[in-house]
């Protein structure tokens, strides 16, 4: 083909003869581009886009449409993964297509349609708005509680200079409406009480706790000051450290009385004893770099309390000298009438600003945002209900891994099998009575690896069995040589015939069990039939297992082994012959 | 001004009042060798109020750890700036030890251990607290060798 990127598809009503099939079959115009997606939409796959959050593409990889290339895990188990105790799923340790294949099997089980990834797309559009509202909320309650504050010390001033109230209500209720207040301000006329000493009562409170918080501020600067020293001293020996300077000071001390301050005999040699444990003591300590941690942090701390303070001991100050100025004014001349009707107007300027910012829309943008978001979810949860599907097929699968698990030939120490499985992660592992979890890699010996393998297999496809048109997955399963466990592929089966006595023989095992081993193969294929024959009974459709290997001409219970190779020997010829 | 503060000070922090300090924590020490050397701790330690504080409430129970724990920040209190109060106090610690071993109240033995003679009562009621926080000094001491102490509590050099 010189369009090597393309595939042939053809819709046939009946299958030709594939002995027929010749190059002039395939024709050119059959050849499409669009292979994959066309293929995947006869297996009823027509979800195409399944990202769960659109705004999340911007740091990520548009998610892949499913394709029914994700089948495969479920469809094959190739020579090298029937028996391995590393991978349960075809191309699993690519990370990405495990991934795919795990957060597809919600398609491919058909629990989900297109809606569904819609749905979820607006939902998390949804909450975002949510949360970007809510941060703007929040951003307006921090304005309205400064305003608070800002009209509470504009009342106050108002009080301390009139003498009286200028609104019963505090800062808040007048906030919530202030253009009802603007009105009941206009209305109202100053009224101002000439013999109040409200304004010096209000200034000796002040000066006191402006005294409180400076002597405050002094044992934190003291505590600074100590913290401060030890930093700087242990600052001093890392240095001094660094620098491996190993000198003594020498501390002269002549021990004088202390009552007449001569030089006293009799404690000369205690001094000098003295002298030299100095010395011993601060040799000892420098052999040790051990410090303390650092005060740094504590010292940034205090520094923080000392600026708060010094935030707060300038407010004071500013109230203090708004009410001196009111004395000072006075002296001025400027009528307590005058300057009551400023600090009233400042008030009114206050709330006419806020007049034309208020935005009552955000609550109710809110509102209906949260009504959204329980929409999408009431609706993913009654058309979906994704979370309890999973539940109920997981218990599903591990209650038929325990009916399928019974048959086959676990080793003793996993009897009786419990094995489960994991709709999450797509782990397996076996569950002891006590609770703890046995995983498939540290189970050992091929045949648990071989039986774990195919209970999930045969459990997975009997729940897409029990799907039934739902399913998209057909239930086809693939398996390329089971009995490598019994008879291994190392050994080379050149023969014409089946004989599991050769092949033993090859072996060279002197130990040989051979009864056993056949009578453990024929169990596979017995159980393999019961399964297909069980599985319709119970769902209505029969599952199709196709299986090559050497085991040959077996002694089957309830069927007979010729119907089943129904003539396909190939022991003497390739698949392209 | 100045001169009036001097004296206060000097009424306050003299080796006469202060000494007895000195002996209550050594009567209460086990002895160890070269604990002399833990005499230049007792006072900054002592006199220091937050530290003072935890000293005299501390139990049988209690410990270096205890005292300074790295976890704790309320306690790291304790030890902010001592290394420069251990340098302040060291002049006067050496008078206080050197005036008890001329009276008699104090012994120096051969290995610079302690012996405690004769006890002094302490005099000064601004000092009971401290005097107090220095018998139990002992209770955060405990029978720690005097290097492991200074490392504990940070103090780097004398």
């Known amino acids: 083909m010189e369009d090597s990127t393309k595939i042939f598809l053809k ?23 669009d292979f994959n997606v066309n293929l995947g939409h006869y297996f009823g796959l027509d979800i195409n886009d399944i990202d769960e959050d659109k705004e999340v593409l911007q740091y990520t990889r548009k998610k892949g449409r499913p394709s029914i290339r994700n089948f495969i895990p479920y469809l094959l188990q190739h020579q090298n993964l029937i028996a391995n105790k590393h991978s349960l799923f075809y191309r699993f340790d690519q990370k990405e297509r495990r991934e795919q294949t795990i957060d597809q099997f919600k398609i491919f089980a058909g629990f989900v349609t297109q809606e569904y990834y819609i749905l979820k797309q607006n939902l998390a559009d949804s909450e975002r708005k949510l949360k970007k509202f809510e941060k703007e909320q929040e951003s307006i309650n921090y304005q309205r509680d400064f305003n608070a504050r800002r009209l509470n010390i504009l009342l106050e001033e108002y009080e301390t200079i009139s003498g009286t109230k200028l609104l019963e209500e505090n800062a808040t209720i007048i906030l919530s409406n202030p253009a009802n207040y603007l009105d009941k301000l206009d209305a109202k006329s100053i009224l ?11 200034l000796l409170l002040l000066k006191e706790e402006y005294n409180k918080l400076l002597s405050e501020k002094r044992k934190l600067v003291y505590k600074y000051r100590n913290i401060d020293s030890s930093t700087k001293y242990a600052k001093q020996y890392k240095e001094e450290l660094a620098n491996n300077k190993n000198t003594i ?25 003295l002298e030299e444990a100095i010395n011993w003591l601060n040799d000892e300590l420098k052999k040790s770099p051990y410090l303390l941690d650092s005060f740094e942090s504590d010292k940034n701390e205090v520094k923080r309390k000392i600026a708060e303070i010094d935030n707060n001991l300038k407010n004071k100050k500013k109230e203090m000298e708004t009410l001196e100025k009111i004395t000072e004014n006075l002296a001025k001349n400027k009528s307590l009438n005058e300057q009551t009707l400023k600090a009233k107007l400042k008030i009114e300027n206050l ?18 945002v949260k009504k959204d978001i329980k929409g999408f979810k009431t609706s993913l949860k009654s058309k979906f209900d994704i ?54 890699r540290s189970m050992g010996s091929g045949a648990n690896w071989l039986y774990s393998h195919l209970t999930l297999f045969l459990a997975i496809h009997k729940f897409f069995s029990l799907r039934g048109r739902d399913s998209l997955v057909p239930q086809i399963l693939f398996l390329d040589q089971p009995t490598q466990v019994y008879f291994p592929t190392t050994i080379k089966d050149n023969e014409d015939e089946f004989s599991a006595q050769k092949i033993e023989e090859k072996k060279g095992d002197v130990n040989s069990n051979l009864d056993e081993d056949m009578e453990a193969v024929t169990n596979i294929f017995n159980q393999f039939v019961s399964y297909c024959k069980n599985t319709q009974k119970e769902t209505g459709i029969e599952p199709q297992i196709i299986i090559i290997d050497h085991a040959d001409h077996l002694d089957l219970e309830n069927e007979d082994f010729e119907n089943l190779v129904n003539g396909r020997r190939w022991r003497n010829r390739g698949f392209i012959n | 001004m100045s001169k009036y503060v001097d004296s206060i000070h000097k009424i306050n922090n003299n080796i006469f009042v202060l000494t007895p300090l000195f002996l209550v924590f050594y009567k209460n020490l086990k002895p160890t060798s070269k604990n002399l050397l833990l005499s230049y701790l007792v006072l900054p330690l002592i006199l220091y109020k937050t ?10 129970t209690s410990s270096i750890f205890s005292f300074l724990d790295s976890n704790k920040k ?16 060291k002049e006067i610690t050496n008078q206080c030890i050197l005036y008890a071993i001329e009276n008699k109240w104090l012994k120096l033995e051969d290995d610079l251990s302690i012996v405690v003679i004769e006890e002094q009562e302490n005099n000064m009621v601004s000092l009971s607290d401290a005097f107090k926080a220095s018998s139990k000094l002992c209770n955060i001491f405990k029978e720690l060798d005097v290097i492991s102490i200074y490392r504990q509590l940070g103090v780097k050099e004398l």
Request: net charge neutral; charged share 40%; hydrophobic share 25%.
């Open chain 1, 11 to 33: 819709e046939e009503q009946q299958l030709p003869d594939i002995e027929f099939l010749n190059k002039e079959y395939f024709e050119s115009k059959y050849f499409t581009s």
């Open chain 1, 192 to 202: 101002i009480k000439e013999d109040s000493d409200n304004s010096i009562e209000k």
């Open chain 1, 249 to 273: 000071k020498a501390i002269i001390h002549s021990s004088k009385c202390p009552f007449c301050n001569e030089k006293s005999k009799s404690t000369m040699s205690e001094a000098n004893q």
């Open chain 1, 351 to 368: 709330l006419e600003s806020l007049l034309n910012k208020r935005d009552n829309s955000l609550e109710k943008d809110i509102k209906e």
């Open chain 1, 387 to 440: 979370d309890k599907k999973i539940q109920e097929t997981e218990t599903y699968i591990n209650n038929e891994m325990k009916e399928i698990g019974k048959n086959f030939y676990f080793e003793k120490s996993y009897k009786p099998i419990n094995l489960r499985f994991s709709l999450d992660s797509f782990d397996l592992w076996h569950e002891k009575e006590d609770g703890s979890k046995v995983y498939l």
């Open chain 2, 51 to 60: 530290s003072q504080k935890k000293i005299k409430t501390s139990k049988k």
């Open chain 2, 74 to 89: 309320e306690k790291r209190e304790n030890v902010y700036g001592l290394q420069k109060r251990v340098q302040e106090y």
